[in-house]
């Protein structure tokens, strides 16, 4: 679009993008193109304003109906591989103009009623197959039908004023088919001057860092220059020349709503029906991550002063190292100035840009000196075996980082990669950038549960356990100096850390332990956690294993343990008198049977003559396992007795417990 150029862009995280043109027009109106796949945030926040005072009257924009049923009444179709063919078949029985070339010079002009196309086959002999020699045009003129073959066709114009009108009707739609849009803003008469702003997809914007560091002797610490690039893509249609862009840190709510696709909704139908009230009219229902703070001094940077060198002068450690931070400080200065909106932070670029229709650009929008201190740190979760080598720093910049890669060179060496991590200012950045094979780690995890104490209440002992976590570290330093490793563990809200030294250093998700070890020495770190659980026993399951148990450990009030051998001693009885109840019942079911089996025969024999002495002796046996039974009877009903009495006391000590 020329008639109003991109002025401004404001580029968002999460692939949105605000877009200002402005510029000079006249007439009535000005058209604007779009992609198909913008429309809907077009219409959702275009806005134009004319401040030259002009009036904007109205916007303008294709209706999307089904192409296929627009197409339905128009009777011209033309295929995209046989237009030609397609045009001449539509036209049929329509007045046109036909011009058509007899030789390399020779042109004659026909004039008639289109009667049609032919494409008659032959049967070739020395193809022995039919072939379709080229197709000829049939017009009938005043001079009656005239033929013509469509390759000799040169010019076709169309009279017939439906028909021409049907011809341009279907090549207007067939232009739809591109995946472009216009949108055309209507305008009072004059001169204007336009401003149009709105939102549409856009490319997410990206930044990457630079880390051009210097240590001190020690090693430990050092000073670096923080550069950091804001990385954007021009997909317009255009290219942009001298825009105003914006590069924001944050996340706006954005959606995309249909407001381009025509909708006609559902309604009953309601038949009208003679002499009859017509139906009720029915409505159809329509369904940052913030880092962990460290503890860690702020400190604040140094704004720099000139322009960043190209990527390539850091090729050579030579170079690189006579380039140290100070000096790179003077050969950047960033072109962007930070904006604390609230909800977002803004890195407006302050010179404007100029970037190519597919082409990409990077402006540096962040420069600043930082102090450093360099730190292993190990998290066998993270990297199993070694430590990392991280250098940890405040934001320093003024301004809020955006999530990226940066790159660090140090004393002229390239030294690894990290991630900075999303950081307002002054919060403290950690970038693990290296593996340090000189010092491994020996991780060695146990687990087991202890009971500290119980509790009686409602007939249950209640148990005071803990399930424990003891994790111990062997770091081993192979190299001549002395190390030392910060051990990182994660914090769980279950399990509380106890019988552990201090952390050094506590964050949101972490605790961190310094662990020195000497050179070619070893070191070791015990961490224990736990969780509290609670156990439930009932009192009566307790037996005499259990109790001497308790009292070992000392888990019982003095007062409890008396009572609870009483009870034990109860529930003894109450086993004991069961188990004399049993063999009882085995007796009472043996005399059962004994008294079956005797009356079976009693039933045999006849009470005169010989059988009478052996009946006699039969009925006398039968007399005698009845008083057994009833003996049996008595016992059983004294150990009831026994049973309920001794039930009674255990109940009774049960609930002296507690």
């Known amino acids: 679009m020329t008639a ?51 009036q904007v009257l109205g916007i303008h924009y294709q209706t999307p109906l089904d192409k296929e049923a627009l197409l339905a009444s128009c009777s011209i179709d033309l295929d995209k591989d046989s237009s030609l063919r397609d045009l001449v078949t539509s036209l049929r029985g329509r007045q046109v103009e036909i011009v058509q070339q007899h030789g390399p010079e020779t042109l004659e002009l026909l004039k008639g009623i289109m009667v049609g196309l032919d494409a008659p086959q032959t049967y070739s002999a020395d193809m022995g197959e039919f072939v379709s020699p080229a197709p000829y045009v049939s017009i009938l003129t005043d001079q009656g039908v005239r033929t013509l073959h469509l390759s000799d066709l040169q010019q076709l114009r169309v009279i017939d004023p439906q028909a021409a009108q049907d011809l341009n009707y279907f090549l207007n739609m067939s232009r739809s088919e591109d995946d472009r849009r216009t949108v055309q803003v209507q305008l009072s008469p004059g001169e204007h001057d336009l401003a149009v702003y709105y939102v549409a997809p856009s490319p997410t914007w990206r930044v990457s860092y630079r880390l051009v560091a210097e240590s001190n002797p020690d090693g430990t610490t050092g000073k670096a220059l923080l550069q950091g690039w804001g990385l954007f893509d021009n997909r317009l249609d255009e290219d942009l020349e001298a825009v105003k862009v914006t590069l924001v840190a944050g996340q706006p709510i954005s ?25 009720p009219i029915e409505y159809e229902a329509i369904a940052m991550e913030e880092p962990s703070p460290m503890e860690l001094e702020r400190t604040r940077g140094v704004a720099l002063s000139k322009r960043l060198p190209v990527a390539g002068q850091i090729a050579s450690s030579d170079y690189v190292s006579r380039f140290a931070p100070a000096q790179a400080a003077q050969s950047m200065k960033p072109t962007a100035e930070a904006r604390d909106t609230g909800e977002t932070f803004q890195y407006a670029v302050t010179t404007p840009v100029s970037v190519k229709r597919g082409e990409s650009a990077l402006v540096p929008i962040i420069g600043s000196e930082l102090a450093y201190e360099r730190e292993l740190l190990y998290n066998g979760n993270k990297f199993a075996g070694h430590p990392v080598a991280a250098l940890r720093f405040s934001n320093p ?193 043996a005399r059962y049977e004994e008294q079956s089996h005797l009356r079976e025969n009693l039933t045999a024999l006849s009470s005169d003559g010989p059988e009478a002495p052996l009946r006699l002796r039969m009925l006398t046996q039968l007399e005698q396992s009845q008083d057994v039974l009833e003996a049996i009877a008595r016992q059983r009903a004294d150990l009831d007795a026994q049973i309920a009495q001794a039930e009674a006391e255990v109940e009774q000590i049960i609930a002296g417990l507690g």
């Open 4 to 54: 109003l150029p991109v002025r401004e862009i404001v580029l968002y995280k999460h692939g949105v993008g605000f877009f200002v043109r402005a510029g000079e027009v006249s007439g009535e109106s000005v058209t604007l193109t779009f992609k198909q796949a913008e429309i809907n945030d077009i219409l959702k926040s275009l806005a134009v304003f004319d401040r030259a005072g002009g």
């Open 397 to 589: 910049t003024g301004l809020t980082l955006e999530r990226g890669p940066v790159t660090l060179v140090e004393n002229g060496d390239y030294k690894g990669e990290a991630i900075i991590p999303f950081s307002k200012d002054g919060a403290g950045v950690y970038l693990p950038y290296a593996v340090e094979l000189g010092v491994r780690v020996k991780e060695d995890s146990r687990y087991e549960t202890i009971t500290t104490g119980l509790t009686i209440k409602d007939a249950h002992f209640i148990f005071e356990q803990y399930q424990t976590s003891t994790r111990s570290y062997t770091l081993e330093n192979t190299t001549a100096k002395p190390v030392t490793v910060l051990v990182e563990g994660e914090i769980s809200p279950q399990w509380d850390l106890y019988d552990s030294p201090a952390p050094d250093v506590t964050t949101l998700e972490n605790r961190r332990w310094k662990v020195s070890v000497k050179p070619h020495g070893r070191a070791e770190l015990v961490i224990r956690h736990r969780f509290k659980l609670v156990e439930h026993e009932e009192v009566r399951s307790l037996n005499k294993r259990r109790l001497a148990e308790f009292v070992r450990h000392n888990w019982l009030a003095a007062g409890a343990i008396q009572p609870l051998e009483r009870m034990l001693d109860a529930l003894g009885q109450i086993d004991a008198a069961r188990s004399k109840q049993d063999e009882l019942d085995q007796q009472r079911d």
């Open 255 to 279: 959606f995309v709503y249909d407001l381009y696709e025509s909708r006609i909704p559902e309604r009953p139908l309601v038949k009208d029906e003679s002499r009859v009230a017509p139906g």
